[in-house]
């Protein structure tokens, strides 16, 4: 399976996501857009508290060009 990245409010946010699923090798926690440099088409999971980030916009824009397949 593909990495999933992990787009969460905060940290333990997104820890207590990935540890909740059965596969938590798949994950990895989005902290900043550089991290999806190289990517082609990232498959995201977006956490409900998500938009609360400061940089959530730009976090949106990064997805977007990279044309990224998001997961609610």
Known sequence: MNKVFVLA??????????Y??????????????????????PTIKIMPNAYRREDFLDMMDAISMRQGKILR
Do not use: C, M, R, W
């Open 9 to 18: 409010f905060n940290y333990h946010e997104a820890k207590s996501f990935i």
């Open 20 to 41: 909740k699923n059965e596969n938590p090798g798949d994950h990895i926690i989005l902290n900043s857009p550089d991290q999806l440099k190289g990517t082609v088409s």
